[in-house]
Each structure stands twice: as structure tokens, then as C-alpha cells.
């Protein structure tokens, strides 16, 4: 790859757990996970290009974000790995699972925008970026992910790695979104293949029924009074599924 991402790893032992941020975040976003299961797994938590510390070197797209992270994994020797994304991340961990299934062995999704596929045209989110920046491009989306319940802690390191990130990184995040939601269908049943957990916010930004209808194995887990960043704001109980899916990833058939 072209750049080298940035990343944070600790502990020791398998399966590796390896942890992708969300639109204009950071690794910082799974801090209390990483540090959690770094007692008992390798974790590995990364920066995707433009974001933390990883230079801003486009493309910055989902499909180059799975390849970067698949580049990584085969760099860092962790072999089949539990990919755990937040929200455009879980998205970024269907495509690499469609791109590398080798090097995916369990998939956790958190709070990502899954539903039935729709049409590949333009995002006009992209557009409201690239016109009025990504402080108020995207604070009509960023305003509907806390509850009343959401600590401060959690909703400013929200606030303020969202919309610091700058506008060409934020909408290049997105540039490919349109085409990859395209095949959500086909990426959610090929998740299915393998142990699949969606843990979803209070007010899910995805369609938990129509994963349900869609697949036949994946396991749900709603969070109630959480808003989208519940791993900073429920972290003991986000901890708690984390574990409990690597036992079901230990337990499962289709892995032996």
C-alpha cells in the first residue's frame, strides 16, 4: 500500500481482534475494547488514511480502506482475525470480508448502517460536505446519535474528532458509499457464512428486521438507552459482547 497505517497493539494470543473506527473518527473510538481484551488477545486498533495519525493520502474510500486494513493484517502476520467495525467501519469489515476472506474469521458490526440495498447514484451527503465543510456538513447527522442518557465524555470526543476532520477526508470516506450499499444483500449473507454480530444503538442508523430477514445466523444485540457510540458510553457492556461472540466464534462448527 501507499501508506503505511497508523496503529495501536497490545496483548498477546488468538484469535487477533482487529478494530476499524467510523466515519472521521479514530482508534481512540474502541479505546475501552482495545484495552479490555488486550488482556486475553493481540489487538490491533488502526487509523484509516486522514484520520489520527496515518497521513491524509486519497484515496480514502471504503474498498481502499479494506484494502489498507488487509495490508496490514498480512504485514503484521495475524492471520485469520475477529474484525469489529464501528458504523462505516462494520461497512469496511463486509468489504474486506468479501476481499480477503482468508483473513477474516468472525465479524462484529456496531451500529452500522445495514439495510436493504439501494440505488449506486450520488451521495448528497458528500455533496453538503464538500459545500459547507464537515463541522456543519455533517452536524444534522451527528446531532441524531446521542440520547439524553450519553455521557458528556462520549458525545465530545464525538463532536470534536468528527468535525475536526477535514472536508476532502470526510467526503472521500464516502465517495464509494452509494456503489458498496448497493451490494449490502451480498455482503451481509457472505458475513453470515462466518460468526456475524450486529450490536445496534438505542435508535439503530441500520435496519435490524431487514438484516434479520436476510440472513440466518447473525447475531443481534441491542443496546437500550445507548446512542450510536455506545462502546464509549456503554463500554462494560459493549466489553461484555465482545466476549461472549469470541466464544462463539470458538464454538463454532463451520470453523473447524
Known amino acids: 500500500m501507499d501508506v503505511a497505517l ?13 478494530f476499524i473506527h467510523g466515519l472521521c473518527c479514530d482508534r481512540k473510538a474502541w ?11 493481540r489487538c490491533i486498533a488502526v487509523d484509516l488514511r486522514g484520520r489520527g495519525d496515518t497521513p491524509a493520502v486519497p484515496p480514502f474510500g471504503i474498498a481502499r480502506a479494506a484494502q489498507d486494513v488487509a495490508a496490514l493484517a498480512e504485514q503484521l502476520r ?25 483473513l477474516v474469521l468472525g465479524i462484529v458490526t456496531g451500529d452500522s448502517p445495514i439495510s436493504a440495498p439501494r440505488g449506486d447514484g450520488a451521495n448528497p451527503l458528500v455533496q453538503r ?29 464525538a463532536e470534536s474528532v468528527m468535525y475536526d476532520c477535514p472536508a476532502e477526508v470526510a ?11 448497493s451490494r449490502m444483500g451480498d455482503l451481509v449473507r457472505k458475513a453470515d457464512e462466518k460468526p456475524f454480530m450486529a450490536i ?10 431487514w438484516l434479520r430477514n436476510t440472513t440466518r ?28 461472540f469470541l466464544d462463539d466464534v470458538a464454538a463454532d462448527p463451520r470453523l473447524r
Open 6 to 18: 497508523a496503529h495501536a497493539s497490545a496483548g498477546s494470543g488468538g484469535p487477533a481482534i482487529v
Open 171 to 181: 467526503a472521500g470516506m464516502l465517495e464509494d458509499a452509494p456503489e458498496v450499499m
Open 31 to 41: 479505546q475501552p475494547q482495545f484495552e479490555d481484551l488486550a488482556r486475553d488477545h
Open 217 to 244: 445466523f447473525a447475531r443481534q444485540e441491542p443496546i437500550p438507552g445507548a446512542g450510536h457510540f455506545f462502546q464509549l458510553e456503554q463500554p462494560e457492556r459493549t466489553n461484555a459482547l465482545l466476549r461472549a
Open 129 to 157: 460536505i464538500r459545500e459547507l465543510g464537515t463541522r456543519e456538513g455533517l452536524r444534522p447527522l451527528v446531532d441524531t446519535f446521542f440520547t439524553p442518557e450519553t455521557p458528556a465524555a462520549a458525545r465530545e470526543y
Open 200 to 209: 445496534w444503538a438505542e435508535r439503530p442508523l441500520g435496519d435490524p428486521s
Open 78 to 102: 495475524l492471520g485469520p482475525s475477529v474484525i469489529v467495525g464501528h458504523s462505516l467501519g462494520g461497512i469496511t469489515a463486509l468489504v474486506l470480508n468479501e476481499q480477503r476472506p482468508d
